[in-house]
């Protein structure tokens, strides 16, 4: 079923059409109520008046996360808080989140957005939707709730964690459609092994996963131990939470909400607008949200948008899942994680330059970071339990700024190696 | 007496032991005695050597974290109980030990390396007890 078939199967002029009018009233909006936004277009000499259509959209200046961070905690709000009826947030990269408010009608549209993306899953009325998204600050387990509950079907609020309660309301409830990380939907398909579940004894159908990256072999994997539909799905509070993109049963991209939501990709080093179906950077623009509305929103996610028409009749552009990142952020078991975030903790602890590296490893289904640290003379002691507190202290304010456990791992110096004299800072070893 | 022990900091990776030995042994340096003290993914590499503060200098050109701690050297005769009546005259003065290590350096004697937590007591215990103890300067 499609949900709103009017705007999902749009042609591509009446889509620009509604996207024109909208961005036009987003940018005159900002302009005047945010001075952040104001100071930024004044710099490029723009006025609302020069924004007339979408094609003018790569004229407006690019939003980065740091401006969230820097108008910290309600900055970039375009309305009084009298009108902001919930908040979220995301991690922080240094300690501080970033925080995103929604009026009434944010919250409207933010059902229908989660709405249609479950009909593109297949999901309808007659479901059970057991909700193992987190709930609370983070946007996943709210998000879906409200869209699952605009839709009709029957919401399961278990949040994230409790496996066995999970598996026991699987069973007893008879859920049909499963929502978390693909990482814990391996992990769920592993405790039903241990436990003799038969997945097949279950009415579990699909599954939306998002929140981190995973390939088409997780797919498969998933697909076959859990005898379900696995469906990605895209999204991130910076612009709305889950719902900004989701795949249809088709599983050949993911239908962008682009009446919401206007995707460009850019070149991530020139920044400049790339030809439709090149690879870059992945930039939103909203053009409905009313508490925070976002331009040109950096989400550093490598990917391509497919302009075709899908064979599930939707027109909505598609975009592939995502390739990478154009930045070093690294998501673990769903935290987004800078390797800068680690380097302040560690600088904290030392006057001189720490050197360290960062490796990723998926260990059976579940990510983990390991924090190599070379031990330089300012670490260094004589005493093993010393060297061991100091390996504890690491790991306790790591995992205090960035809510993970890592394991530290202590190393000689210079066995990290440089490049140009800086070291290097990532492997990331998932096969995913 | 106090001596300086150097100590090294190791991963548990083959060869590095071999290495250290190698850089010393290059330089002229004699080991008189080393231990190991190790955990699950590193070790530190605790060494009495003929020139400490030129081991130091050298380890450390080699890229290594090396550290030079102040331990006590204890001669007791080598036979069964003189460790037990070293120990026993610590015990009772109350001097808490980090870590030790023995060895022998001919048939007659044994000597003990000592990092008390207060160095400083144990030399002034082990001065007043020398009677109990074979206590000497020499190496």
Redesign the interface.
Known sequence: MIWNEKIECATREEMSAIQSERLIKTVERVYHNVPSYRAKMQEKGLVPGDIKSVEDLSKLPFTEKTDLRDNYPFGMFTVPMSEIVRVHASSGTTGKPTVVGYTRNDLTMWSEVVTRTLCMAGVGQDDIVQIAYGYGLFTGGLGMHYGTENLGATVIPISGGNTQKQLQLMQDFGSSVIACTPSYALFLAEVMKENNIDPESLKLRVGIFGAEPWSENMRKEIEAKLKIKAIDIYGLSEVVGPGVSCECEEQAGMHINEDHFIPEIIHPETLEPMPPGEIGELVFTTVTKEGIPIIRYRTHDLTRLIYDKCKCGRTLVRMEKCMGRSDDMLIIRGVNVFPSQIESVLLEMSETEPHYLLIVEREGTLDVLKVMIEVQEQFFSDEIHKLEELKNKIKHNIQNTLGITVAVKLVEPKTIERTAGKSKRVIDNRKI | MIIK?V?V???NKRG?LNEVTHILGDAGINISAFTI?D?S??G?L?LVVSDPDKAKKILKQN?????T?DVVLVKTTNEPGSLAKLLEVLNSEEIFI??MYSFSKNDDAAINVI?PVDIQKCMNILQSRKDKLLFTDEL
Do not use: H, K, N, W
Request: overall charge neutral.
């Open positions: 022990q100590s900091f190791l991963e590095r003290a955990t993914d590193f530190i605790r890229q290594f974290s090396v550290q701690t980090e870590y990092r």
